[in-house]
């Protein structure tokens, strides 16, 4: 019994030191101390030992088993200790290495003009408004004297949500808002979301922006009118710019212009750019018409004003020079990082 114990430990032992690998050690764990393991068989050979020899025996089967965990244990050591050292070699830092760049975000260009827009007016002690993409038809059109079956309401497409509430089409519609507040004097511009059911195109698109802009105030004259939105276009495109008015018509001011700007590119000569026209319309503009006050709650023998809207991707497109709207909504990185 003893010359078997030896023959396996030393078995066992010689078997761990061959190993070459940590998965080894638990496959020869299992060939010897396992359930149906050579010492496990040798402990079930008990029963034909004598009696009194079994407390020795037994001794020995257990020194036998610790003999070889032992070694097993010493072995799983050296191999995670060697397993440990070669990680570390490979996974060096090499502290020279130069850092990886973050990348820098741009602004979008709708945004830039945005805010260049905004300064311009909270420069002249306008304050910036906001107001509900998702609209009354009362808003968007009737209170801005666009009645039922009045033919502007059909030049906007219109995505209707029900009979009653619609996608605002014009951010006309916060001037409603802001006048059934009552607080007089108004000085305010909005800028925003609006939504026409438009095909996309190098000047289309279901959704822009627009920024509108509104005067109230006892006295308001076109005088201010003109004043300021010439300001406006001299701090947008230049001081250099010229303005232009030309009589056109919108439902709520009256009298109603549109306002083009001399071309900034060839001085109002006429090039490529300006279409060899030397000017590009840029907003719409009027007086604030007296239904539009009346409707609001506002006494138009008391008070006057004017209003415009323009379009925000215009700016950005004429500022730029870019000549496709499409470029400013696919959100290509290439393009966005030239701002
Ligand atoms: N809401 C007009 C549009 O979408 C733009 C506009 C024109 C706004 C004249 C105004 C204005 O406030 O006075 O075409």
Redo the contacts with the bound molecule.
């Keep these: 019994m003893k010359e078997k114990l030896e023959q396996i430990v030393n078995e066992a032992l010689s078997k761990i030191n061959e190993s070459d690998q940590l998965e080894k050690l638990s496959d020869i764990k299992t060939q010897f101390l396992g359930k149906k393991g050579e010492l496990t068989a040798v402990l079930k050979g008990m029963k034909d030992v004598a009696p009194q020899d079994r407390p020795k025996v037994g001794q020995m089967v257990n020194d036998a088993r610790a003999k070889i965990e032992e070694v097993l244990e010493e072995k799983k050591t050296s191999f995670e200790r060697a397993r440990r050292a070669e990680k570390m070699k490979k996974e060096v830092i090499d502290v020279t290495l130069p850092g990886r760049q973050l990348g820098r975000g741009h602004r979008h260009p709708n945004t830039i003009a945005l805010e260049e827009v905004e300064r311009i007016f909270v420069g002249m002690g306008y304050e910036v408004v906001g107001g509900p993409e998702i609209e009354y038809d009362y808003y968007n059109f009737e209170a801005l004297n666009i009645p039922e079956g009045h033919p502007a309401k059909d030049e906007q497409d219109t995505f209707y949500i029900n009979d009653e509430i619609l996608l605002r089409t014009?951010t006309?519609s916060v001037?409603v808002h802001m006048m059934e507040q009552g607080k007089l004097p108004i000085r305010m511009i909005s800028p925003g979301r609006v939504f026409r059911s438009d095909d996309v195109d190098a000047t289309h698109s279901p959704s822009f922006h627009?920024i509108?802009g509104?005067v109230i105030d006892k006295n308001i004259t076109f005088a201010d009118l003109k004043g300021t939105l010439e300001l406006f276009a001299q701090k947008l495109f230049g001081k250099d710019t010229k303005v232009k008015f030309r009589p056109h018509h919108?439902p709520?001011?009256e009298p109603?212009a549109e306002m083009d700007v001399s071309c900034f590119k060839c001085g109002g000569k006429g090039c490529r750019f300006c279409k060899g026209e030397g000017w590009i319309e840029i907003l719409?503009?009027?007086m604030v018409h007296p239904h539009v006050f009346e409707m609001s709650g506002i006494d138009p023998n008391e008070y006057t004003g004017f209003?415009?809207?323009v379009g925000l991707e215009r700016i950005a497109l004429l500022k730029y020079e870019i000549d496709d709207m499409r470029l400013l909504y696919e959100n290509d990185i290439r393009f966005l990082e030239q701002f």
Aim: hydrophobic share 30%.
């Design positions: 014009q006309s001037q627009q509108e509104m919108f709520f001011t109603s719409g503009c009027g209003a415009f809207g």
